[in-house]
């Protein structure tokens, strides 16, 4: 895998940042696309459902299970 790609996204009225692989954010741009949403909208419904996990895990987490055809 690549270098770490950092990109800010509004979530909940709050900027943040976060740092993943290009290959991550090429599933989840993807998926959000597939989905018509916009990838902040598909990153504020990992971040509802994430618990206890840091964003970028959850994030890496959900388009691995993506790119397995397991939808999360």
Known sequence: MSGLK???VN????ATSLALEPEFWT?????AARD???LAA???RI??????????SACRVFALAEAAGDRA
């Open 27 to 31: 599933v989840l741009e993807r998926t």
């Open 42 to 44: 598909l990153i504020q």
């Open 36 to 38: 018509g949403a916009s």
């Open 11 to 14: 979530l909940a009225g709050h």
């Open 6 to 8: 950092k990109r800010s």
């Open 47 to 56: 971040d509802n459902t994430r618990g206890e996990r840091p964003l970028a």
